[in-house]
């Protein structure tokens, strides 16, 4: 989920071309460079994000009793 958030946003930015980013991608000689070396960071990031949210939010059940 993290990853299709991550590619969400970044495809945003480039269509919205925020700070003109979509017209450069657009722009150049070979666009889908431009579009990967934006995108891959971005599903990485929020993957991994989601990833650690995940591990953190776990649920801890003890291994051993408690010794009174």
Known sequence: IGCLIGVA??????LLDIGGIGT??????????P???????FASIFGGAVT???IFLMPYG?????KD
Not at 35 to 41: G, N, R
Not at 62 to 66: A, I, S, V
Request: glycine share 0%; proline share 6%.
């Open 9 to 14: 946003t970044a495809t945003a930015i480039i």
């Open 24 to 33: 450069r991608v657009a722009n150049s000689s070979n666009p889908v460079v």
């Open 35 to 41: 579009f990967l070396l934006i995108v891959v960071p």
């Open 52 to 54: 650690a949210s995940a």
């Open 62 to 66: 003890r291994k051993f009793r408690e």
